[in-house]
């Protein structure tokens, strides 16, 4: 029997959801191949979190507490990964596929002399390590991938699995970690945070996003409405930040970001090969365009052929009545 141990990610004083699908996915590979599933919590003050780790299957929950992870910073971070690593004994550990795992994973791997496989859409245990399904040049390809060692470290995409509760009386277990500020090479000075009543677009459920066709203030306001009745977050095409008519952190695509809420809704968005690299992970796509040939219907589960203005106004009525 061996360890299948989960990072859990947080962020702003939440568990990152895509750790929690990480651990739910651990926790039904654990079932099925008779190993264990454990979880990290790295954090000033972890055990807030311990009884929402519990609810998805972790029979052991490492903690380690420390007042410097009230921010995301590299040294401290790897240092802690290791000790856990080292106390833990995984054989394979899995992170949410996150910009702060992107910067420290390949260091963790030669430090503890681990495989890496990193953000990938799918993995499965094989006989002695891994497989994985990654989305490459631009989720034009998706390559198969496997890992062998002793100690495999993977990243998944965010949204690639359904959360899966499974509550157990976990076992906790504080790791002891120290270190001096004056070893840390890097100085955290500024910390520039998106807007607070944004939603992270890397964890949302539901998003809309706006491309050229809802360039304009009546389009802009229908996007706002209609995100906010559905408590979704706000992305955007290229051809709008460029414009500067939305926020460049918005992007999603090849150059911005990538996402995989449950529903994505493309509103006046063609479907470029760049902007579905970004979005084509999405459980379900939503396309409103008003050209029945945009290629954005080729990967759209639905689609409303027509004017965004036409569309959008009855479209927000009928979501408010049903709501409410
Ligand atoms: C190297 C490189 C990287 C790139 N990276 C990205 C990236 O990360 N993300 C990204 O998005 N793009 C990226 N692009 C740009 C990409 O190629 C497209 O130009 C861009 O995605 C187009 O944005 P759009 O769909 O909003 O605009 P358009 O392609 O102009 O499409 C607008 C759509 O709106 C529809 N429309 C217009 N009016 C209405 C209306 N009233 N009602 C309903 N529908 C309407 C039209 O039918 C059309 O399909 C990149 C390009 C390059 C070369």
Same mark, same amino acid.
């Given at each position: 029997?061996?360890?299948?141990?989960?990072?859990?990610?947080?962020?702003?004083?939440?568990?990152?959801?895509?750790?929690?699908?990480?651990?739910?996915?651990?926790?039904?590979?654990?079932?099925?191949?008779?190993?264990?599933?454990?979880?990290?919590?790295?954090?000033?003050?972890?055990?807030?979190?311990?009884?929402?780790?519990?609810?998805?299957?972790?029979?052991?929950?490492?903690?380690?507490?420390?007042?410097?992870?009230?921010?995301?910073?590299?040294?401290?971070?790897?240092?802690?990964?290791?000790?856990?690593?080292?106390?833990?004994?995984?054989?394979?550990?899995?992170?949410?596929?996150?910009? =702060?795992? $992107? %910067?420290?994973? +390949?260091?963790?791997?030669? &430090?503890?002399? #681990?495989?890496? !496989?990193?953000?990938?859409?799918?993995?499965?245990?094989?006989?002695?390590?891994?497989?994985?399904?990654?989305?490459?040049?631009?989720?034009?390809?998706?390559?198969?991938?496997?890992?062998?060692?002793?100690?495999?470290?993977?990243?998944?995409?965010?949204?690639?699995?359904?959360?899966?509760?499974?509550?157990?009386?976990?076992?906790?277990?504080?790791?002891?970690?120290?270190?001096?500020?004056?070893?840390?090479?890097?100085?955290?000075?500024?910390?520039?945070?998106?807007?607070?009543?944004?939603?992270?677009?890397?964890?949302?459920?539901?998003?809309?996003?706006?491309?050229? =066709?809802? $360039? %304009?203030?009546? +389009?802009?306001?229908?996007? &706002?409405?209609? #995100?906010?009745? !559905?408590?979704?977050?706000?992305?955007?095409?290229?051809?709008?930040?460029?414009?500067?008519?939305?926020?460049?952190?918005?992007?999603?695509?090849?150059?911005?970001?990538?996402?995989?809420?449950?529903?994505?809704?493309?509103?006046?968005?063609?479907?470029?090969?760049?902007?579905?690299?970004?979005?084509?992970?999405?459980?379900?796509?939503?396309?409103?365009?008003?050209?029945?040939?945009?290629?954005?219907?080729?990967?759209?589960?639905?689609?409303?052929?027509?004017?965004?203005?036409?569309?959008?106004?009855?479209?927000?009525?009928?979501?408010?009545?049903?709501?409410?």
């Amino acid at each position: 029997m061996s360890t299948l141990l989960t990072h859990i990610a947080i962020s702003d004083g939440k568990i990152k959801r895509s750790s929690l699908e990480v651990l739910s996915r651990m926790h039904q590979l654990a079932n099925e191949y008779g190993h264990d599933t454990e979880a990290v919590i790295i954090d000033e003050q972890p055990s807030q979190y311990v009884d929402e780790v519990a609810k998805y299957g972790a029979s052991t929950i490492y903690t380690i507490e420390n007042p410097i992870f009230k921010n995301h910073r590299n040294t401290p971070l790897l240092k802690a990964l290791s000790a856990v690593m080292d106390e833990a004994n995984p054989y394979i550990f899995g992170f949410g596929s996150t910009e =702060g795992t $992107k %910067d420290i994973l +390949g260091a963790l791997a030669a &430090n503890q002399d #681990a495989a890496v !496989l990193s953000d990938v859409s799918e993995f499965d245990l094989i006989d002695d390590g891994i497989s994985a399904t990654r989305p490459v040049m631009a989720a034009k390809i998706l390559s198969e991938n496997e890992a062998h060692g002793d100690q495999i470290l993977v990243s998944v995409r965010s949204g690639s699995y359904d959360l899966n509760e499974s509550q157990t009386d976990a076992e906790t277990v504080n790791i002891d970690f120290s270190i001096d500020e004056d070893k840390i090479q890097s100085t955290l000075r500024e910390i520039i945070g998106a807007d607070s009543d944004k939603i992270d677009l890397s964890e949302a459920e539901t998003i809309v996003a706006a491309g050229r =066709g809802a $360039k %304009d203030e009546e +389009g802009q306001d229908l996007i &706002n409405e209609l #995100a906010s009745t !559905l408590n979704a977050g706000i992305g955007a095409s290229r051809a709008l930040t460029e414009a500067g008519v939305m926020d460049p952190s918005l992007q999603i695509g090849q150059t911005g970001k990538v996402v995989s809420p449950q529903l994505y809704i493309a509103v006046g968005i063609s479907g470029a090969i760049q902007h579905v690299a970004g979005m084509a992970n999405s459980k379900v796509i939503v396309a409103i365009n008003k050209d029945p040939d945009a290629p954005i219907f080729d990967i759209a589960d639905y689609g409303i052929v027509g004017d965004l203005y036409k569309v959008l106004p009855p479209f927000i009525e009928e979501l408010k009545t049903i709501k409410s």
